[in-house]
DNA sequence: CGAGCGTTTGAAATCGGTCAACAGCAGTGG
DNA sequence: CCACTGCTGTTGACCGATTTCAAACGCTCG
């Protein structure tokens, strides 16, 4: 793991590209070059390091500046829950605010990089910019409603459906960020998904074949093309059976 | 759904029994003075009644001054799937706070009572008092990591720890509110533990009656009594308590 | 006291898990 | 450059935990 204090203006939220995601949403101008005081460091992961363990004291969240992560838990007897991937602009970090602790390890799925953003600083300066209050606050909000809807689908629906919601949302999350929500590459392995979306890697490998046969999609490794997003839709459950 | 102003001094904050789960927690007692002018008004629900609905404008959240409910979010087909029950002290709402719009429902499990907190009032509040802002961070911090719980529990485990896990959270929920951890009530039917828990009715029903067999709870209809914690420990895949 | 849920229990069906074998690709080193 | 090795992913056969279907029981409340 390996630091970067920032020292030139390209690198700074107000120059920053991800501006549109991460914390300075919804900031004016001058706001957002308060912010740039926040973050003065960096650190930058190569693929498989972590960025923080479940148990590390917390003093800081995260803002994912280019990378993937998975954010997972571990129980006693070793099985694992990914509770979350992770794509540029995103906050990390944010469950460990409660007790000061991490309550789960990020883990680079490629190389990345991520802005030290210390807590204490974050909620001194967000005393005085209600802006940057009020987008902590639904950065929060959006991480319990997508924990929400990870739960709906992990409670409610069949494994088909987990799967096809998850390539959904993985494309729409490619989509606003600039990239093709028609054809990516997973940065997961099939182990990952099959945590995520609680079920077996064989489970995953066969419902990736099962969409191929049906011409929903194509496959190859961990490159996906999605050939026919309305049926991947139905199948997702927008109007289901049983 | 009832509302209603408070207007003597013995409902609010400062004297409320809650005050040791709720917003108050950490603050000085001048502190807790002010917070007392946050919240002007609660709302009685009777059973069955909703707090809020999915879709809801939303521009408050909601302490639990007594009673128990439940949040739900409903898929399209009809599919339900509740994302939490909710004890005298805690705050709901907070997923709707992203987009300014409610992403669940909350529905009273028996009669209840919640505190209007209005959001606006809270973010200037908390841009005053530090120790509220922490303490509200901490809040919705600990709805995420319990959500991830909730995840590790219906993504990797079998329907029997879930359960077991299930049970153990709320008699230690019950505890913390001086009530018995050993014996209490469920306010939530067969079917919202179902769906809680990512299981049949049936199911719910036939581990209840394994769980009488093997002599680690007695339960009749909703009345528990749990008589070997440690068995109960261990089939919820814990050496020790979490 | 009877109607209607909510709950329990049984039997059959099935989705996804487990076990096992193999294929494909990447990295290493001779 | 190729053989070797290890890791990831695919596929098949079988198994079993949970669901589904069905029926009966027993609270609760009007």
Redesign the interface.
Known sequence: MNHIPIADASNKCSTCLLGSFCLPVGLSIEDVAKVDTLVTERLRLKKGETLYRQGDALNAVYGLRFGTLKTH?T???G???I?GFHLPGEIVG??????LHQ??TATALEDSEACIIPMADL??M???L?SL??QF?????????Q??????S???MRAEERLANFLLNLAERYSLRGYSGQEFNLRMSREDIG????MQIETVSRLFSRFTEAGVLQIKLRNVKLLDVTALNEIA????QR
Not at 137 to 145: A, K, P, Q
Request: charged share 25%; no cysteine.
């Open positions: 838990i129980l006693s007897d099985r694992e829950q509770t944010l469950d460990g605010i409660g007790d309550q789960s909620e001194s967000a005393r005085l209600p209050q009020q606050h639904r950065i929060l909000s959006r991480e319990i409603s924990d929400h809807s990870h739960l709906l992990l409670g409610s945590s995520y979306l609680g459950g927008q109007k289901s």
